[in-house]
């Protein structure tokens, strides 16, 4: 590992006894501490179809970290949705379903936002965005 020169900051080669370029002695030289690596958790939010022919459906986040899968957030508003073997959606030809539906994942980008995550920039649907924030201890 490097040791850095405590009175200039030039970093010094193994063995060496003085600074090279302010010939500050080397007892005086510290090696950095290092930095724990970064740790990050990831959440997606997904479609949840609930309720008597979807009508309470809602979206929710779901999270991945070293802790497990675990739910990040749920939103409290609910929606029309359609179960298929290929994954839950909402329905947004229903009457007033993309409404009710938009109004939903605001409310969930506002829970995530204020709870520290941020987008990753990664998207599969229009309402499946995708999430990291630094682990929590």
């Known amino acids: 590992m490097a040791i850095y020169c405590m009175q ?57 970290g070293s802790h497990g899968v675990y739910i990040a957030a749920r939103s409290t508003k609910t929606f029309y949705g359609i179960d298929d073997t290929g994954g839950d959606y909402p329905d947004t030809q229903a009457w007033g379903g993309e409404k009710k539906a938009k109004e939903a994942l605001d409310e969930m980008i506002s ?11 990664d998207k599969g649907s229009w309402w499946q965005y995708k999430y990291r924030r630094r682990e929590r201890s």
């Open 8 to 64: 200039c900051g030039k970093e010094l080669p193994d063995g060496a006894k003085f600074c090279l370029k302010c010939g500050n002695p080397v007892g005086s030289a510290v090696k950095p501490t290092p930095q724990p690596e970064q740790k990050w958790e990831y959440c997606e939010i997904v479609c949840k179809v609930g309720g008597f022919s979807g009508l309470k459906s809602y979206f929710m986040a779901q999270a991945t």
């Open 111 to 121: 829970l995530l936002s204020a709870d520290g995550w941020a987008l990753t920039g």
